[in-house]
């Protein structure tokens, strides 16, 4: 079986509601961040992306928050979904001088309840 | 986006031996990048792999113990060498659109039991 690693935090909610999955992220200097999805057994999938000139993005059903003054993100997801069952990771990244290399927050599961 | 495939999707594998795991775009990239996934934890980046020279390795990681390949813009190889179970664990690989795309798109991940 798998090792026992760190227990993720976990968001329960209920099929229809709203949810909101936060993100604390490390450096000041980052200009672009990605929200992935991870589904068991499956590589990260590109949710939405924001990027710092930005405090707002939406794509269907999902929307993104950036606070660049207390380095905060924030995903919404709107009348969720069994699909949308999966672990949240959000990214930031230092662009083109930062080797465009993606730094990973902890993560969060996200349980939706019928 | 691009579609990233990696080979094997998984393998026990005993102490000691190397494993070399490929990944595969199905169109070019600017950047190709190596991940380690330990179960039920976030992604740590191992090394940017650099076409026709050797790869940019993070704190942590050396090329002799993950020597990495990428002879050109589609396709990279990752070795886990002198394994221990230690070793255990996802490793994946990402690709970076171009035209200006900051989207990194990953494989399926291949999962790695070292007994």
């Known amino acids: 079986g798998e090792s026992v690693g760190l227990h993720l935090p976990t968001l329960s909610v209920q099929e229809g509601d709203n949810s909101i999955i936060n993100c604390a992220y490390s450096?000041?200097?980052?200009?672009?961040f990605i929200w992935y999805k991870q589904e068991s057994g499956k590589g990260p999938q590109f949710i939405i992306d924001i990027r710092s000139n930005m405090d707002k993005r939406q794509g269907q059903r999902v929307t993104v928050l950036l606070n660049k003054t207390v380095k905060h993100l924030s995903l919404q997801i709107a009348a969720t979904q069994p699909g949308d069952s999966a672990v949240y990771f959000c990214a930031e990244n230092m662009g083109t001088g930062g080797g465009n290399k993606l730094t990973f927050g902890t993560g969060t599961q996200l349980k939706v309840e019928l | 986006s691009a579609v990233i495939s990696q080979k094997p999707s998984r393998d026990i594998c005993q102490r000691g031996t190397s494993l070399t795991i490929q990944c595969q775009v199905d169109s070019q990239v600017t950047m190709m990048f190596w991940y380690r996934q330990q179960p039920g934890q976030s992604l740590t980046l191992i090394a940017t792999a650099n076409q026709g020279s050797e790869a940019t390795y993070e704190s942590g990681f050396v090329i002799d113990k993950f020597p990495i390949s990428r002879p050109n813009l589609t396709f990279s190889t990752l070795t886990v060498s002198n394994m221990s179970p230690e070793d255990s664990s996802i490793y994946l690989c990402?690709?970076?659109?171009?035209?200006?795309?900051?989207?990194?798109?990953f494989g399926p991940g291949t999962r790695l039991t070292v007994l």
């Open positions: 450096n000041s200097a980052s200009d672009y």
């Open positions: 990402s690709g970076l659109g171009g035209a200006g795309s900051g989207e990194q798109f």
